[in-house]
């Protein structure tokens, strides 16, 4: 069961990473945007960094018989990722308002799926109507946010958004994480 606990320890160095890019995001959003989409970017670059490198330690002190396995890959992608947002900051800008649209997108389609689910199996009808209103505030921001792709006003609703959700993540990781750890302690 080793393994499992190292899984725990990495959920919380993610939720810790995720947390901290979260807030920074979520501060420079409110304060200045302009410098929010570099900084994040070099945040998100600093988080990729710190998990590509655990991967690639865990994989070559773990694994030692074979040089290429899952940890390793994924160690090295996230390293070319962060990379990526180093060379190319002001790109997370456009891209980052397109990637949370299309994310947005698909978490709506699972609450339109749930909504239905629920008609069938008769769920409380407060669950249907909070399954439908989530996606239709969704599919909404994800319209508005393709419609209008440049404006300032809407990249800094996403950013700020998408901070508030980093530091809710990153804290639900990090106490679920410490929670896993010590119920196995005990």
Same mark, same amino acid.
């Given at each position: 069961? +080793?393994?499992? +606990?190292?899984?725990?320890? /990495?959920?919380?160095? !993610?939720?810790? &990473?995720?947390?901290? $890019?979260?807030?920074?995001?979520?501060?420079?959003? $409110?304060?200045?945007?302009?410098?929010? &989409? +570099?900084?994040?970017?070099?945040?998100?670059?600093?988080?990729?960094? %710190?998990?590509?490198?655990?991967?690639?330690?865990?994989?070559?002190?773990?694994?030692?018989?074979?040089?290429?396995?899952?940890?390793?890959?994924?160690?090295? $992608?996230?390293?070319? #990722?962060?990379? %990526?947002?180093?060379? !190319?900051?002001? /790109?997370?800008?456009?891209?980052?308002?397109?990637?949370?649209?299309?994310?947005?997108?698909?978490?709506?389609?699972?609450?339109? %799926?749930?909504?239905?689910?629920? &008609?069938?199996?008769? !769920?409380?009808?407060?669950? &249907?109507?909070?399954?439908?209103?989530?996606?239709?505030?969704?599919?909404?921001?994800?319209?508005?946010?393709?419609? @209008?792709?440049?404006?300032?006003?809407? +990249?800094?609703?996403? @950013?700020?958004?998408?901070?508030? #959700?980093?530091?809710?993540?990153?804290?639900?990781?990090? %106490? !679920?994480?410490?929670?896993?750890?010590?119920?196995?302690?005990?």
């Amino acid at each position: 069961m +080793k393994t499992f +606990k190292e899984q725990k320890w /990495m959920i919380i160095v !993610y939720g810790v &990473i995720l947390f901290a $890019i979260g807030l920074v995001d979520l501060i420079l959003s $409110i304060l200045d945007l302009g410098s929010a &989409i +570099k900084v994040v970017s070099y945040c998100i670059a600093g988080g990729l960094f %710190v998990i590509g490198l655990l991967h690639i330690v865990a994989n070559l002190i773990k694994d030692t018989k074979s040089f290429f396995r899952g940890a390793l890959a994924l160690g090295c $992608i996230a390293i070319a #990722l962060g990379v %990526v947002f180093i060379v !190319y900051p002001l /790109m997370l800008g456009d891209f980052f308002i397109y990637f949370s649209a299309a994310f947005v997108v698909a978490i709506s389609a699972i609450f339109i %799926v749930k909504a239905i689910i629920g &008609i069938k199996f008769k !769920y409380k009808k407060s669950w &249907i109507f909070l399954y439908f209103l989530l996606a239709t505030i969704g599919i909404t921001l994800s319209i508005l946010a393709f419609v @209008y792709e440049g404006s300032e006003t809407l +990249k800094q609703v996403v @950013y700020i958004t998408m901070g508030a #959700l980093g530091v809710a993540v990153g804290v639900a990781a990090i %106490v !679920y994480g410490i929670k896993a750890i010590n119920k196995k302690a005990e």
